[in-house]
């Protein structure tokens, strides 16, 4: 077996940013996901938008759960604080973390199967309460660490790799956040880097929850005519004493088109996906307009790209809690503890 790891050594005349760091500043280990895995390409617009927005790495926390996108927090950011919980239990950890340390920078990374099935109702309440963070999910419409289950979030007639059609309603995750009142909402391609990297910037920026679906195609286990998230895959096996997964590797598919048209997206099986950028003067801070542009859209087969909506006014958690100033971590016994007069006045006003 092989082991491959980034030597610590680089060119001394990389570009920097305006702290002074470079981009292996931003990196984290080497990725074992697929071969041109559509997560590994949302790993590199992670680390291209911190980069930019000159982030300390020792200032975020990023959170995930299970699944291969939860694999992808180890391959950015490696000095920065890190936590990978349950299978969809990511939003409570991350909740419980910003509550406690408001300082921070919170990144939480999910896939379709943590954060639209066991996880959802996780999802929807830290999304409905305005947690300041960027909920980021990797929707490549399987599970694919148990090879290639339909996820909650795949297309109704899509076939699986062994010729099952999904007869189940797709969950919308974007639908979703905006109707739970998410203040930020964006989906994109991972393919696409020119719109992926300042969605996740202005994410970042945005004061409350900030939801961002990015399409991301699984080069393994949704290949195959009928599937719509999907690359190629290979995979053989011996019948007699075992059974061998062998993935060939694929080149990331990448788009570039303008706001307010359609490209189709051929991927390696020959299956379409029709992505649909919005256009230069979309309202994005109509959230029934939002909406209806998404369902109008679906029903013509197409994916709609870009900023959704987004609240410039928005409040987070702890403005709605009125929490101090100070991250609740930082409390010593003197605030937590300000003695019986207080205790008093505060039981008096409740009666």
Do not use: W
Request: proline share 3%; net charge neutral; glycine share 10%.
């Amino acid at each position: 077996m092989t082991y491959v790891v980034k030597p610590k050594f680089h060119h001394p005349e990389l570009p920097k940013n305006d702290l002074g760091y470079t981009h292996r500043d931003y990196e984290g280990k080497i990725s074992t996901l697929c071969a041109g895995c559509g997560h590994d390409s949302i790993t590199g617009a992670i680390i291209e938008a911190c980069f930019k927005l000159a982030i300390e790495p020792h200032r975020v926390a990023k959170i995930s759960g299970i699944g291969c996108s939860s694999k992808t927090p180890d391959y950015f950011l490696g000095n920065s604080h890190g936590f990978n919980s349950v299978h969809g239990r990511m939003p409570s950890v991350l909740t419980g973390a910003n509550l406690a340390n408001r300082d921070l920078i919170y990144l939480g990374v999910s896939g379709d199967g943590d954060s639209a099935s066991i996880g959802f109702g996780q999802f929807a309440h830290s999304i409905r309460r305005g947690v300041n963070m960027t909920y980021i999910v990797e929707n490549n419409g399987v599970y694919g660490l148990t090879k290639g289950q339909f996820s909650a979030t795949a297309d109704r007639g899509s076939k699986s790799k062994r010729g099952v059609t999904n007869t189940d309603s797709a969950i919308d995750l974007v639908g979703i956040a905006l109707q739970l009142g998410a203040s930020f909402v964006a989906r994109s391609f991972s393919g696409d880097k020119t719109q992926l990297v300042p969605i996740i910037e202005a994410a970042i920026k945005h004061n409350g929850a900030s939801f961002i679906d990015v399409i991301s195609p699984c080069v393994a286990f949704n290949n195959h005519t009928g599937s719509t998230k999907s690359f190629d895959y290979v995979r053989e096996h011996n019948e007699a004493v075992n059974r061998l997964d062998v993935i060939t590797g694929r080149a990331p598919i990448t788009v570039d088109y303008a706001p307010g048209t359609v490209q189709v997206v051929e991927q390696h099986d020959g299956t379409k996906l029709a992505l649909r950028k919005v256009d230069a003067d979309y309202d994005v801070h109509d959230r029934l307009a939002a909406m209806a542009f998404l369902q109008k859209h679906a029903a013509k087969g197409q994916v709609v790209t870009g900023l959704l909506y987004v609240d410039a006014d928005a409040e987070d958690l702890h403005a709605h809690l009125n929490t101090v100033a100070a991250p609740l971590n930082t409390l010593g016994e003197k605030e937590l503890c300000p003695g019986t007069a207080a205790l008093e006045k505060i039981n008096a006003a409740l009666r």
